[in-house]
C-alpha cells in the first residue's frame, strides 16, 4: 500500500523536470494526480502515469493566470472527487544582472513563480475552507496539503536572478502566511528548495550524470521528501522549509533573529548604533553574506 492511497494531488508544471517525477512518484504512492503544464507535455506525463498503471489527467494552463488556477481546481474535485495535495512546482528562468534585466524578464518570472504559486493556492483554499465549513464546527476534518518550490537564490541571493530570486523568496514568506492561515482547516503548508538536473540546469556541468556511482542530481531524489510531506505522517509539519538534493535534506529556517540590541526604552541615536555596531554583529562580519547552501 502506497503512503497516499485515496488522496487526489495537482502538480504545475509536471511536464518535465522535477514536476513529472513529483507527479509519477506521487501517482507510484497510490494518488490520483492532475498533471498541469502550460505545455503539450502535460499530456505526456498523465499518459505515461496511467501507462505505468496509475491515475492521471492533464490540465494544461498557466499557473498565473487566474481562470487556469480556478479550473485546475475545479478540474481536481470534478475528475476525481475531491483536492488533498497542491503541489506549487511550475516555473521558469529569465536571468540577468540588475543593471541588464528588462521589464519582461522581470515580470515573467515574478508572475510565473510568485503568482502561479499564489493563483493556485487561492482556489485551493476557498475550496477547502468551503469543505471545512461544511463538515462544521468541532467536525473532523480532511488533511489537505500545499508543497511550494523556492530555490537556494531565494534563500541566500542568487547573483544574476534579482527576478526569480525575489519571487522565491516571496514564496518562502507565502508559505509561513498560508501555514498560520490555514491551520484551522487542517491544510500543511511547506516548502522546498530542490537541486537537481532539469531543462532548467542541464547546462550547468556540475549538474551531469557521474558514470557510475549515486546520480546525486537526479531529479526523482527529490520526490520522495514532496510525497512524504502530502502524506498522513506529515500532518503535525507546516510552515517548514527544507533544501532537498540527492540523499540530502536540509530543515533549514530563513527568518530567525540572531543577535538584537536594544536602546532601553528611548530611540535609539546614531552614536550609540555606532557605538553597539560590535555587539549586533557579535564578533562576525557585517559584510554580504556568502553562499549558504550546502555545497556543490
Ligand atoms: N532544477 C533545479 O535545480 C531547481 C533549483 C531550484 C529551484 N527549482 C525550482 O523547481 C521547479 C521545477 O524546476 P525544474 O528544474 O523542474 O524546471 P523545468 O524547466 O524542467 O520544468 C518546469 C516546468 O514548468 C512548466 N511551466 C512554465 N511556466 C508555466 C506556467 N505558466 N504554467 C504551468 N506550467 C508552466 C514548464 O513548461 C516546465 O514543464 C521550479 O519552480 C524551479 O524554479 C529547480
Known sequence: MGALVGKVAIVTGAGQGVGRCHAELLAAEGAAVVVNDISERAEETAAAIVAAGGRAVAQRGSVSWWADAEALINRAVSEFGDLHILVNNAGFLRDA??????????????????????APSHFAALYWRSQAKAVGEGGDLVPRRI??????????GGPGQSNYASAKGGIVAMTLVHARELQRYNVTVNVIAPRARTPMTVANPKFDEPESGFDKYDPANVSPMVAFLASDAAGDVSGQAFI????????????????????GEQRWTVADLIAAKDVLFSGVAPGVPTWGGPPM
Open 244 to 263: 532537498v538534493l540527492g540523499d540530502q535534506i536540509h530543515r533549514i529556517r530563513p527568518t530567525t533573529i540572531l543577535s538584537s540590541v536594544t536602546a
Open 147 to 156: 508543497i511550494n518550490t523556492t530555490s537556494e537564490s531565494g534563500l541566500f
Open 97 to 118: 544582472m540588475s543593471f541588464s534585466m528588462d521589464e519582461s524578464q522581470w515580470d515573467s518570472v515574478v508572475d510565473v513563480h510568485l503568482k502561479g504559486h499564489f
